[in-house]
């Protein structure tokens, strides 16, 4: 075995509960920008102590999020999406993977559920260390980047014992400068592999940077990484974030991170709400129902829908899309998939005996932000 694999070993007992003695009275300090591996048993224990010093200090703001959410009435298997996520501000603002809150292709959905675009977000939950449970909203996400913010969305509870509850604020992390790490550095990663439990903090993962550069908006690791973990928190070892784990690559151990200065650069249009590298999709504003092979019904409007500004009501029933009939809407969303905004659509729909048409000039795709 070698010494670097023997140093991880011993690191990475359980909850760092093991006691090793030093060669001499005098204490050995890791170096946090440092890219090799510990040489002796002291540094071992220096490395030890940096890294529990670390998760102490940073597991509070460490959170799973939980998408969707069981109705107990309804028979069958239902979809609840987790995954990870870190606090960064005292009034709850979360950085997570766009992933994890925006499944590809449809926007708002619960995985494995298609649903229009501009449909209403399904139930977001947060998790946060000892099974304290809030409400969360989705604000902005980059489906390119993989970047995703989420808001707590409740006052923090009665009872919470960390630093600055009393006077209403969460526990949160600071951000550090992704910009300034390199090849080589240690790192730490925590998440929620295979979703949250109960009674397991968020586990450590100790690694190394593989791969960064100048300004690189993704980094590297071979912190170990499974499904779950993504949206979790990649650190330094000074415990400021620097990256938010995406995805895993072609081994457990060769993962990517969303550097931190790429949530900096746009954080103004995250905090806002913009679904940010899905710009160019377009949305008519509709609520549809979800009967599997039946006509799409309008049964509601978002805020400043383009559809009813135009006419449509509640109870309408889509026919024809730019003259092409649409049979589900399942179909509806593969026509508006090939539109872009400002695009003006021609709606053909059933309202009681009559049969109206509408001109509906479609809107970017935004996402209302929390407040």
Known sequence: MSFRRFALALLLSPLFAISIPAADTKKVVWDPTRTTAPDTVEEVKALQDTVKDLVEKVTPATVALILGEVDPSKPGPQSVGAGSGVIVSADGLVLTAAHVVEPPVFGFGVPGQRRERDRKPPVLRLRLPGNIEVKGKILGTNARLDSGMVKIDEPVPEGATWPGAKEGKWPFVEIGDSTKVHKGQWVVSLGHPGGPKPDRRAPVRLGQIVEAGDGAKILRSDCTLVGGDSGGPLFDLTGKLVGIHSRIGEKLDDNIHVAAKAYQDEWKRLVRGDVIGRDATAVMGVILSREKSKQPRIDDFPPDSPAEKAGLKKGDLIVKLNG???????????????????????????RGDETLEAKVTLARVRRRAAN
Do not use: K
């Open 324 to 350: 092409q009939a649409v049979p589900t809407s399942e179909d509806f969303d593969d026509m508006m998939a090939q539109l872009r905004p400002n695009d003006v659509a021609t709606v053909e729909v059933q």
